[in-house]
């Protein structure tokens, strides 16, 4: 795992706990955007069959999961409503700002590295939650969320080792880490998983 350099502080899940249905929303949300990501990481290299097969089986199973997190909304009577996840202040746009776009070698190995680093920082918050959740249907539901994350932080990592060697991974990787935990440390807590 990933050694992230923010660590998200107590406060995020008293307000994520006390606005339980919006970050509920948000996670919903984030699911269908992960798993539209990864088709379109898959549609912009047709030509790594490896890459492609990975992609097509994450958004399987991210779409998969905004379903779960859909169903957990319509249970407790909320609704999934509209995505108000920052615009473009929100944490992924600024943490795709980062991704180098001149050279297309260098934007696959930032866009592998980042989405790695997300899946971490999910990973990180899942955590969180299902340690804080009282125990029961709930904490179970986000701990798998912790374990699935953990799985996908190391597919994109495993991805980059594919295609990159370890110095082009080892100069690049400490950077980005600063960037999401200068993006992170900026932003105001809100009941949202980013």
């Not at 030509?47 to 249970?75: G, N, T, W």
């Not at 992924?92 to 980062?98: D, I, L, W």
């Not at 080792?161 to 980005?176: G, N």
Request: proline share 4%.
């Amino acid at each position: 795992m990933l050694k992230l350099r923010y660590r998200t502080p107590r406060e995020w899940l008293d307000i994520a706990t006390a606005n339980f249905d919006a970050f509920l929303a948000d996670h919903a949300h984030n699911e269908r955007k992960v798993s539209q990501s990864a088709l379109q990481l898959a549609v912009h290299h047709p030509d790594k069959p490896d890459l492609v097969d990975a992609m097509i089986e994450h958004a399987r199973e991210e779409l998969e999961h905004f379903s779960q997190v859909h169903a957990v909304l319509v249970d407790r009577g909320a609704a999934l409503g509209f995505d108000h996840s920052g615009g473009n202040s929100g944490y992924m746009n600024k943490v795709r700002s980062a991704m180098r776009k001149v050279d297309v070698g260098e934007y696959l190995v930032d866009r592998l590295l980042l989405f790695s680093i997300i899946e971490a920082r999910g990973c990180e918050r899942f955590r969180i939650l299902a340690e804080g959740l009282p125990a029961g249907e709930m904490r179970d539901f986000y701990t798998a969320f912790v374990r699935s994350e953990a799985r996908h932080h190391v597919l994109f990592l495993d991805l980059a080792a594919r295609y990159f060697d370890a110095p082009t991974i080892e100069a690049r990787l400490p950077d980005l880490l600063d960037i999401e935990a200068e993006i992170c440390a900026s932003m105001p807590l809100r009941p949202a998983l980013y």
